[in-house]
């Protein structure tokens, strides 16, 4: 088992490294002879903008490769999906816990990340990728028993109360709120309702029913 501290140490040193994208392998070092062992394991069409010139000496895995270092497991994402015992849909992923993201394409998962927490996600995808987590992109996610488990806040939802303790910038939209632009006005501190979610935004107003303010809390 590793805490999610130790994830996050794993997801930021692999990206410092540079680790490329490699299908098939599991985070060893890129030698000649491992590409040639995957090349006929897998069929040298997944190989094909790779050159040995480029990469050789480099750390080379794919999105479920990523994992086996952590996990322990040698298995694909829809292995690692099928082991989570928890589970649910990405856009109620619990946003302060490390866990993993899923994408699902017809009936077969085919894609695995890593969720770190505040919105963030590491993967492999053109080599080891962090960046913001859009719940778009993804179709579940799943905490496995090998991640030490933190207490999860519960994510806010329409029709829930929350108490703003600072004078916060209000924005007409989602996204002008998290970019901190186009101020609409100044939300003062006090208990609002809870109209919409969006990301790190939130559409708060005195009104239950009745749309306010964007912000980001």
């Known amino acids: ?6 994830v996050k140490r794993y997801c930021d040193s692999m990206h410092a490294a540079g680790v490329v ?6 985070g060893q070092v890129i030698t000649a002879k491992l590409l040639e062992d995957l090349k006929k394991h897998f069929g040298e069409i997944h ?3 790779i050159h040995l010139t480029d990469v050789e000496g480099r750390i080379g895995a794919d999105c479920s490769g990523f994992l086996t270092a952590l996990s322990g497991m040698d298995m694909t994402a829809e292995g690692y999906y099928k082991k989570c ?10 946003v302060d816990m490390t866990c993993l ?3 699902q394409e017809g009936s077969k998962i085919v894609h695995v990340a890593i969720y770190t927490g505040d919105w963030m996600l590491t993967e492999m995808w053109d080599g080891c990728e962090q960046r913001a987590f859009d719940p778009s992109e993804w179709t579940y996610y799943g905490i496995p028993d ?3 488990q933190q207490t999860a806040k519960k994510p806010l939802a329409a ?8 004078e916060l910038t209000g924005h007409n939209t989602a996204a002008d709120a998290m970019a901190k632009k186009n101020v609409r006005n100044r939300v003062l501190p006090g208990t609002y309702y809870v109209y919409k979610v969006y990301g790190k935004a939130l559409n708060i107003s005195k009104i239950k029913s009745s749309p306010g303010s964007w ?3």
Do not use: Q
Not at 1 to 6: K, L, P, Q
Not at 21 to 26: E, F, P, V
Not at 159 to 166: A, S
């Open 47 to 49: 190989y094909k903008d």
């Open 85 to 94: 015992k928890i589970k649910g849909k990405a856009t109620e992923v619990p």
């Open 1 to 6: 088992m590793i805490s999610a501290e130790g």
């Open 159 to 166: 029709g829930d109360k929350v108490k703003v303790t600072k």
């Open 215 to 217: 912000v980001v809390l």
């Open 101 to 103: 993201l899923f994408r």
């Open 146 to 148: 090998w991640i030490e």
């Open 21 to 26: 994208y490699l299908w098939g392998a599991d």
